[in-house]
């Protein structure tokens, strides 16, 4: 028996890591069933309007419940779903039922309704040939205005090829809009804000959780609020868990914010029932 000598080489050989192999294909295999399964569900998180709390926005967010395993993480399907290439199709749902449940909003609520409606591509998404002309036939047929629709991208996503840049800009032409998501976690380059047309910067929670001490976060925190003035993005602070945190954002010139401690992830219809008028209490 080969022994690990360093390096993931000889993982193969290690009865523990070929389960992990075995139960991620498994996983893999039945994530590409849960569409027709009905396992699938969006929810969605506000973003919300700092002081106050009023709805600005929401981000759609996939959960799926597996009939064995439960609840299980997008942060760790979504990862596989890219991996074996399902969240083209998974994708495909998410965008088809966002648009749909954006469209039903304006329908049931008018000018209540969210007036901006996030969802996030991963960037095989935006690599597939023929994305962007199925954005547009999926956003017409719904008869939303596409600027409803905003395309959460990372950074990472779009520096990675030049076919995903050139997607980015295709949604642009199409009138969506287009977030650079959990910024400053990935390949950072300020160029990207030059180069790729961005609407709104959503800072990552990682520098948020540092906004209320003398850090590095924070001084990133604020000085991200200059450079997006300046270039008329929109800057949303992501992960906002304290009032503390909310009222520092606020202070730095934060106007957009989303987090815990506003509004947990939530089904359609509960959404529906926060639209209401006047502010939404934190
Ligand atoms: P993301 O796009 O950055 O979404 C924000 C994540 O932060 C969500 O996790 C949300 O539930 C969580 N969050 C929001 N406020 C707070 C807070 O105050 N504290 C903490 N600790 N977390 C907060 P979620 O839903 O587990 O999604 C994780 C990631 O999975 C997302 O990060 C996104 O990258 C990916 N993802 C989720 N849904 C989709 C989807 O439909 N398509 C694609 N391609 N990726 C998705
Ligand atoms: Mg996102
Ligand atoms: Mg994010
Ligand atoms: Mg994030």
Same mark, same amino acid.
């Given at each position: 028996?080969a022994k690990?000598?360093?390096?993931?080489?000889?993982a193969? *050989?290690?009865?523990?890591?070929?389960? #992990?192999?075995d139960q991620d294909?498994?996983l893999?295999a039945?994530?590409?069933?849960?569409?027709?399964r009905?396992?699938?569900?969006?929810?969605? @998180?506000p973003?919300v309007?700092?002081?106050?709390?009023?709805?600005?926005g929401?981000?759609?967010?996939l &959960?799926?419940? $597996?009939?064995?395993h439960g609840? #299980?993480?997008?942060?760790?399907?979504i990862?596989?779903?890219? &991996?074996?290439g399902?969240?083209?199709?998974?994708? &495909?749902?998410?965008?088809?039922?966002v648009?749909k449940?954006?469209?039903?909003w304006? $329908?049931?609520y008018?000018?209540?309704?969210p007036?901006r409606v996030?969802?996030n591509?991963?960037?095989?998404?935006?690599?597939?040939?023929?994305?962007v002309?199925?954005?547009?036939?999926?956003v017409?047929?719904?008869?939303?205005?596409?600027?409803?629709?905003?395309?959460e991208?990372?950074e990472t996503?779009?520096?990675g090829t030049?076919?995903?840049?050139?997607?980015v800009?295709?949604?642009?032409?199409?009138? !969506?809009?287009?977030? !650079?998501?959990?910024?400053?976690?990935g390949q950072?380059s300020?160029? !990207?804000?030059?180069?790729?047309?961005?609407d709104?910067?959503?800072?990552?929670?990682s *520098?948020v959780?540092?906004?209320?001490?003398?850090?590095?976060?924070?001084?990133i925190?604020?000085?991200?609020?200059?450079?997006t003035?300046?270039?008329r #993005? @929109?800057?949303?602070?992501?992960?906002?868990?304290?009032?503390?945190?909310?009222h520092?954002l $606020?202070?730095?010139?934060y @106007?957009?914010? @989303?987090? *815990?401690h *506003?509004?947990?992830p939530?089904?359609?219809?509960?959404?529906?029932?926060l639209?209401?008028?006047g502010p939404?209490?934190?």
């Amino acid at each position: 028996v080969a022994k690990n000598a360093g390096g993931g080489r000889w993982a193969w *050989f290690d009865p523990a890591m070929d389960r #992990i192999a075995d139960q991620d294909a498994k996983l893999g295999a039945d994530l590409r069933q849960a569409v027709a399964r009905g396992e699938l569900r969006v929810v969605y @998180q506000p973003i919300v309007e700092l002081p106050d709390g009023g709805i600005a926005g929401v981000e759609a967010l996939l &959960r799926w419940r $597996h009939p064995e395993h439960g609840e #299980i993480s997008p942060a760790v399907f979504i990862p596989l779903a890219e &991996r074996n290439g399902s969240i083209i199709e998974v994708g &495909r749902w998410v965008f088809e039922q966002v648009v749909k449940q954006a469209a039903a909003w304006q $329908h049931e609520y008018g000018d209540l309704a969210p007036a901006r409606v996030s969802v996030n591509v991963s960037a095989r998404q935006l690599r597939e040939p023929g994305f962007v002309a199925e954005v547009a036939a999926v956003v017409a047929a719904a008869g939303v205005e596409p600027s409803l629709i905003t395309a959460e991208v990372t950074e990472t996503a779009v520096l990675g090829t030049g076919a995903a840049l050139d997607a980015v800009r295709g949604l642009n032409a199409l009138g !969506l809009r287009v977030a !650079l998501d959990d910024f400053g976690t990935g390949q950072s380059s300020l160029s !990207l804000l030059v180069d790729c047309p961005v609407d709104v910067l959503k800072v990552d929670k990682s *520098f948020v959780d540092g906004v209320t001490t003398a850090s590095p976060q924070s001084v990133i925190v604020e000085s991200l609020i200059t450079i997006t003035a300046g270039l008329r #993005i @929109q800057a949303v602070a992501e992960g906002v868990e304290t009032a503390d945190q909310a009222h520092r954002l $606020h202070q730095a010139g934060y @106007q957009y914010a @989303q987090g *815990f401690h *506003f509004a947990r992830p939530m089904s359609g219809a509960e959404l529906g029932k926060l639209l209401r008028p006047g502010p939404v209490p934190a």
